[in-house]
């Protein structure tokens, strides 16, 4: 019998089995964090999620490895897959920290990462004022003539305040903070709800609270640093954020 391909017939087209294993995670993961499968509940089994899905029983069991490698589920033979308490899952995971702020209706899951990377970044701006010399302090003014001259430009400011920071984390010399707050920053400002809503001369203020904590890493006050830097953090978001939305609580 001859193929297709020798008939004239077009090939068939098969969606490649890595894409389909990423919608199905990709779904399984909302459906967790969205809550329509809370902490305890028992996942269905591999044949009604391979039926529900319209996949092999394969794709299934490899994307309930992949949530558990996430921390989100626990996987025990002959009693099923559960899933885990918040306080388990991997929220450093790509897939499931932008999952957590698409969701975030209330903004409380961007309330805490702000608290955490004002956390980090006061740490690393005191750190680099205790190991400030002349190539830094040239370095941070460089930054702030940069921001300073794209005032009228709010996308390229936006981009030049980003690394901002990123320059105080480099002259910290602490490699893991910096990498956590990379990852945090890199994942709250492709949300719109992070952007949120700038009030008047938010740019202006943005510039001064920054030549504040240039001034003091610059004279080597490590405690000035660390509070300009969390000041300015949380005083940012708290001005951005957007006034229908309720912290959780």
């Known amino acids: 019998m001859s193929s297709p391909a020798e008939r004239g017939a077009p090939p068939r087209t098969r969606r490649p089995i890595d894409r389909i294993g990423t919608t199905v995670l990709n779904e399984l993961v909302q459906s967790i964090v969205t809550g329509e499968y809370a902490s305890g509940d028992l996942l269905p089994p591999e044949g009604p999620l391979s039926a529900e899905f319209g996949v092999s029983r394969t794709v299934i069991r490899e994307s309930m490895k992949r949530l558990q490698e996430k921390g989100m589920v626990t996987v025990v033979q002959g009693r099923g897959t559960h899933v885990t308490p918040f306080t388990s899952w991997n929220v450093l995971d790509p897939l499931v920290l932008s999952t957590m702020i698409g969701n975030d209706s209330t903004l409380g899951v961007l309330d805490e990462l702000s608290v955490v990377r004002a956390a980090l970044e006061a740490a690393m701006?005191?750190?680099?004022?205790?190991?400030?010399?002349?190539?830094?302090?040239?370095?941070?003014?460089?930054?702030?003539?940069q921001m300073n001259g794209l005032l009228d430009d709010s996308r390229a400011f936006r981009q030049a305040d980003v690394e901002f920071h990123i320059e105080v984390m480099e002259l910290s010399g602490n490699d893991l903070a910096e990498n956590i707050a990379r990852f945090l920053i890199a994942h709250a400002v492709?949300?719109?709800?992070?952007?949120?809503?700038?009030?008047?001369?938010?740019?202006?203020?943005?510039?001064?609270?920054?030549?504040?904590?240039?001034?003091?890493?610059?004279?080597?006050?490590?405690?000035?640093?660390?509070?300009?830097?969390?000041?300015?953090?949380?005083?940012?978001?708290?001005?951005?954020r957007l006034p229908t939305a309720k912290p959780r609580g």
């Open 125 to 145: 701006a005191a750190a680099a004022a205790g190991a400030v010399d002349e190539d830094s302090r040239s370095r941070l003014r460089e930054r702030l003539d």
């Open 190 to 240: 492709s949300s719109e709800r992070y952007t949120g809503v700038d009030p008047d001369r938010a740019f202006e203020i943005t510039m001064a609270e920054h030549e504040r904590i240039v001034e003091a890493i610059a004279t080597g006050d490590q405690e000035a640093a660390r509070v300009a830097m969390h000041e300015h953090i949380l005083g940012s978001w708290e001005r951005r």
